[in-house]
């Protein structure tokens, strides 16, 4: 038999199977689908997830004391504006730092009083943390220079002083003094408090608390990489300067947010492993449905066999014909699962938009999903095409 000859009677033989043939198809093309939405779902999450992240704060590297209540605090031990400027000279690969410091304070407008956090902020934080303006401005240079008593307040807190009110402009009192408000902001990513900025927090120019509290001390110190490859050899220059700009037994923390990528990292792994799972248990579930419609045909067919057979065909000939037909089903039901699998994510694209989600393709999913369905269809049509290729004509002839 001519190969043409093969495809030709293969082909005859779907057809005359249609109702089987296309449920085998459809198996396929589920498990193709859930390759392709399993690598889609793989890529969306993990770029939303790093998104998050960065968002806190670009390649971020923070450092503060350790306080230790066994060890009393020496003013030599706190980190300092200076610090500040010295980690930022000493290490190329900073292009930004920052300083912070926090005290509790009360905000009162029009008798309406918030118990709040107060931060004072040098240049550059927020660059580094990324805050969004939603009213107003930021801190200028000309703002710490002048010394004018001007701040921005958490859009929580300005919902608080004045529901649905405007408050750009308005005095509101902090402690014994009143400050302006130049501007309302929020974080670009929640940090759901364990950060310095809480749901009520005001940010003044570090001018401002260092007046009210007489010193040039700093809670936390900020700084921004380069790059993300940078993060780490920063993180321990920032350590390596501290330590000996403050010999002592005092400990200072130098992180950075590399931990969370890690967790992120785990938690993806895991996801992308059962959903994995549940793609694979989708192909098995279709291969087994090819082998049990290509057993059944090689029952049917028996007699054909047995004749051709008899007229001179070779086993590797029957194999391979039966074999072609599975991968006929896998090949379509791949195309079609395929198809699916990439109409899915973009039919719901705009349903994700209020949640500020992207969906990432993967261009090498398709053909990873067309590889699989493939292998899986000729693994699991082998036995029947085996089988049929060892029927000898004489069983085949007396077969009814």
Known sequence: MLPNE?????????????????????????????????????LTERRYVMEQIEGVGSNLVYAYYDWDPRHPTARNEDIHLDDVQAVKAAIPEIVEAAGTRGLPTVAELDGNEVPASLIGVTQGFQEIRKLVIVQGRYFEPADDKSRRKVCLITA?????????????????RLGELRFEVIGVFTERVSSFGLAEIQRETVLIPYGQIRYMTGEDKVGFLYVQARTPGDVGAVTDGVGRILKSRHPGPAIYRVQNLEPMLKMADHVSLALRLVMLGVALIAMVSSGVGIMNIMLTSVI?????????????????????????????????G????????????????????????????????????????????LFFGYLPANRASKIEPYEALRYE
């Open 300 to 332: 049917e067919r028996t007699q054909e066999i047995g004749i051709r057979r008899a007229f001179g065909a070779r086993r590797v000939q029957i194999l391979r014909q039966f074999l072609f037909e599975a991968l006929v089903i896998s090949l379509v």
């Open 334 to 377: 791949a195309l079609a699962g395929i198809l699916v699998g990439m109409v899915i994510p973009i039919a719901i694209q705009p349903m994700l938009r209020g949640f500020s989600l992207q969906i990432v393709y993967s261009w090498a999913s398709p053909l990873l999903a067309l590889t699989v369905s493939c292998m899986f269809g």
């Open 6 to 42: 093969t495809l030709a009677v293969a082909f005859d033989s779907l057809r005359l199977n249609k109702l089987r043939v296309g449920l085998a198809i459809f198996g396929v093309m589920i498990g193709s689908a859930c390759i392709i939405l399993v690598v889609t779902v793989s």
């Open 156 to 172: 929580t807190l300005a919902e608080h002083l004045a529901p649905g009110g405007d408050l750009i402009g308005k005095d509101i």
